[in-house]
């Protein structure tokens, strides 16, 4: 974003925005999940769902 910052086009605020909400919402429910569910479930929960989300790109390139 710094670097960005500087040219010509400036920040996209309508593509960033998002991102960083669902990145500050994505770590705060992850905190809370932290102290309810061991690390070893959260481990493989979060490979299920790299591999789902995985699964859907594949599916995506495909059609």
């Known amino acids: 974003l ?9 920040l996209d605020w309508a593509v960033i925005a998002p991102f960083t909400a669902a990145a500050i ?10 102290t309810k569910i061991s690390g070893n479930r959260l481990q ?3 490979a299920y769902v790299l591999l ?12």
């Open 2 to 10: 710094a670097t960005r910052t500087g040219t010509a086009d400036g």
């Open 52 to 63: 789902a989300v995985a699964a859907f790109m594949l599916l995506d390139s495909l059609i």
């Open 44 to 46: 493989h929960l979060f």
């Open 25 to 34: 919402l994505g770590a705060w429910d992850g905190k809370r999940l932290a």
